[in-house]
């Protein structure tokens, strides 16, 4: 059995114990909150973080759709740019083969033109005569050897004639193949335009496609950079968190053991209560025993007084009935 003093010993260390507990108790607390703190930064550079991402992954989405219709577009331009070449091959082909042909009709032409002797000759006139020369060999009398002759004549201004239609169709056939010529030349001319403003579309195309994906080049270097700081957050996150759990245990832990204590002071607190009660009867128990023992002393003093025959005043006699010495009246 404990005795007071080993009691309060122990209330004491329990006390301190306690205020030890409640102290750390409210330390780990304060971490707690520090880290719940620090857990609501995380999370916000966190959903930051993964804004940020969905941003530049929105933005690569775009570069690559327009980047999409970039290609499209060059290959419609690389297909015209085909067909423009070959219509410029054909056109060259058709150029070349008509060259070809006027440099024929020229050569003949020009041997015609030699055969004629070069010189300008007045066809209706030609024609004219012709035709005097058949009506007097129609209406002039008959000579052989002059008809021999004239027919001669007539023969050879025909031929003529036949030169100078054969002379003036080479130059019509001349001119249309020349006009057709200057025709493929304006399709060409136009077709190495049309060809040259596809090349300055296909090269503006190809700069912006380069452009794009350099910017899709950077954001994929941001997203992977964002990602990474995403995981790094997301570790700390979970650093925190089962740091964050691991205080909490370890405040309940402790929490426990001032439950445990605190009874502990409960339990030790009764006891010294009821040590106190006990002490205290105890020493009523005495108090009461040595008035009682005074009373009885004082009592017989007083009874051997009245023996004696002396006389008791009023208190004297109060004390006599009270220690029962005397009857009370």
Partial sequence: MLNRDEI????REISASMSQLEG?????????????????EIRRSLAEVRSQIDNIRG????????????RSRRQELLEALRRSRASIHEL????????????VYRKALSALNEYAGGRAVDKDKIKMLAER?????????????????????????????NIMDSIDKLKAHIQEIK?????????????????????????ELKEKI?????????????????????????????????????????????????AQLRDELNKYTVLLKAIDLSERYKAAATTRE?????????????????????RLSHEEIEILIEAGYLPEE
């Fill in 8 to 11: 309060l010993s122990r209330v």
């Fill in 24 to 40: 750390q108790i409210s330390a780990i607390t304060a971490e707690i909150e520090n880290r719940r703190t620090a857990l609501g």
């Fill in 59 to 70: 933005k690569m989405q775009k570069i690559r759709d327009e980047l999409n219709q970039l």
């Fill in 92 to 103: 060259n082909i058709e150029l070349q083969k008509l060259r070809e042909k006027i440099e």
């Fill in 133 to 161: 020369l058949e009506f007097y060999f129609e209406t002039s009398p008959t000579d052989p050897e002059w008809e021999k002759q004239f027919i001669k004549i007539i023969s050879e201004i025909e031929k003529e004639l």
């Fill in 179 to 203: 006009s057709k010529i200057d025709e493929i030349k304006k399709k060409k001319e136009e077709a190495r335009k049309e060809v040259e403003a596809i090349v300055k579309n296909i090269i």
């Fill in 210 to 258: 380069n452009s794009l994906r350099k910017e899709r080049e950077d954001a994929y270097k941001q997203l992977v950079e964002l990602k990474k700081k995403r995981d790094e957050l997301k570790q700390n996150r979970d650093r925190v968190k089962q740091e964050i759990a691991e205080l909490a245990l370890k405040r309940k832990e402790l929490r426990a053991q001032l």
């Fill in 290 to 310: 040595d008035t009682r023992r005074s009373l009885k002393e004082r009592a017989e003093e007083i009874y051997q007084r009245l023996l004696r025959g002396e």
